[in-house]
């Protein structure tokens, strides 16, 4: 009973990298979600998925971009990583109109 | 945006004990949900409240909402150990108060004694 499967579960980055954090679900999903969760800040979704092909941009977008690659795959990429980007990030999957499933993390640090 | 504002953002409580924490949010919602969080893991999906409801039941867990004052609260009695951890509301984004978006609080965090 795998869920939502995130890897890597931890990574360090040095400034100007770039990397890619993937996600997948097994439970037949159409809408998927990418957020970030730091300190006192809750969590804010970065992008989501509607649907297999369609991306949108969420409450802080900006220095990520989304890949939907099929229904149980959707990954976030770092282009450029900046030390504001440190955070925990959280992948979910949901069906339509239904509570969201979440993975257990990728603990991201850029020094 | 829509966002759930818990209270106390932190709460520590004797085995045994009720807990109780409250969300507030802004605008009009269809539907309230809360999530708890276990240190170093994601977020898991305790219930959902929907606007023409004012009290729902799981379990050890009671969630009421108050459409007038824009709050909720959930209720956990007999807290055990186990229920150490973070406690978020979530409430529906976009002007449709659609389900697929949400808006997260800041979180309660609970520290049940043993």
């Known amino acids: 009973n795998a869920g939502v499967t995130q890897t890597p579960k931890f990574q360090v980055l040095k400034t100007g990298q770039s990397m890619t954090l993937q996600c997948a679900q097994d439970m037949n999903h159409n809408s998927m979600y990418w957020y970030r969760q730091d300190p006192g800040m809750g969590l804010r979704l970065i992008y989501y998925s509607a649907s297999e092909g369609t991306t949108d941009k969420g409450e802080v977008p900006n220095g990520y971009n989304v890949s939907r690659l099929n229904k149980r795959e959707f990954s976030l990429r770092l282009e450029s990583a900046a030390p504001s980007q440190t955070s925990v990030y959280f992948c979910?999957?949901?069906?339509?109109?239904?509570?969201?499933?979440f993975g257990d993390g990728t603990r991201l640090s850029i020094l | 945006s829509q966002q759930g504002e818990e209270d106390p953002q932190a709460l520590s409580i004797q085995e045994g004990e009720n807990a109780t924490m409250n969300c507030s949010y802004k605008t009009s919602i269809n539907n309230l949900q809360w999530y708890r969080q276990n240190s170093g893991r994601g977020l898991v999906h305790l219930i959902l409240?929907?606007?023409?409801?004012r009290e729902k039941h799981s379990g050890r867990l009671r969630v009421t909402l108050d459409t007038s004052k824009k709050s909720s609260s959930l209720l956990i009695t007999a807290s055990r150990a186990a229920d150490t951890a973070s406690y978020f509301c979530a409430t529906p984004g976009g002007d449709s108060g659609g389900y697929q978006k949400v808006t997260f609080g800041t979180g309660t965090k609970l520290q049940v004694i043993p």
């Open positions: 979910a999957s949901s069906e339509h109109n239904q509570p969201q499933h």
């Open positions: 409240i929907r606007s023409n409801e």
